[in-house]
């Protein structure tokens, strides 16, 4: 049973463009809601994460919207470079300090020069 | 900075062999996990720590054991190999507040079973 859906698998913009990634969830229980960016070869890291008493942060460049009536959060990532070619995870947490991160299956980003 | 490490990167086994990958953190961090990546399937956590002595299930856990015996250290342990667990296993830590705090990732291991 996936938690949290991710889409679309694989996205691909040019310089300058803002790619949308885009996440569902179903339990009402999650309060944390991370991106994670991955480089080839490299491990996860944290990007930029929202709580649900908040429907925007910024920082940066990349941007998280989210909408708790629909269960659904997005990260944009404005005036892409190709350098944020990547492969960008979200994911999502509850349970208090025991609960467990919950990832959707990734987006593999290229942003074409 | 060593953040956490991972030991080997890369490991080939035959089916039915063991093997323990090593995780090792310097950053003081009371929580530990292990997950595996897969293609087109995400992170998927397979064990997990709490806290020194401490350890709990994740989502995949059949075919692999843990041990936490000290605080900066997290083994994953496979008993006997199968083709079905080659995959990429990633180690990551972090601070009291468990997955709502930021967590830290090695570089992974990748495995192959043949």
């Known amino acids: 049973q996936q938690q949290v859906k991710q889409s679309p698998q694989s996205l691909i913009v040019q310089k300058g463009g803002i790619p949308i990634i885009n996440c569902a969830y179903e339990n009402t229980a999650f309060d944390y809601f991370p991106w994670y960016q991955q480089f080839p070869g490299k491990g996860p890291a944290l990007l930029i994460a929202i709580r649900p008493d908040v429907s925007e942060k910024k920082e940066g460049r990349f941007t998280i919207s989210f909408n708790k009536s629909a269960k659904q959060f997005s990260l944009h990532i404005m005036d892409s470079q190709p350098g944020d070619s990547a492969t960008y995870f979200c994911a999502a947490s509850s349970g208090g300090s025991q609960g467990n991160l919950i990832f959707g299956k990734g987006t593999k980003l290229s942003v074409k020069p | 900075n060593a953040g956490v490490t991972q030991t080997p990167k890369f490991r080939v086994l035959k089916t039915g062999q063991s093997m323990t990958l090593l995780c090792a953190q310097d950053m003081n961090h009371e929580y530990m996990y292990w997950y595996r990546q897969d293609p087109g399937m995400g992170l998927r956590l397979i064990h997990y720590s709490v806290g020194e002595g401490t350890t709990a299930k994740g989502e995949v856990p059949d075919g692999y054991n843990v041990s936490r015996l000290k605080k900066q250290n997290f083994l994953l342990g496979l008993e006997s190999a199968a083709p079905s667990q080659t995959s990429v296993y990633f180690c990551?830590?972090?601070?009291?507040?468990?997955?709502?705090?930021?967590?830290?990732f090695g570089q992974g291991t990748r495995l192959t079973v043949v």
């Open positions: 990551a830590s972090s601070l009291p507040g468990g997955a709502k705090t930021e967590a830290f």
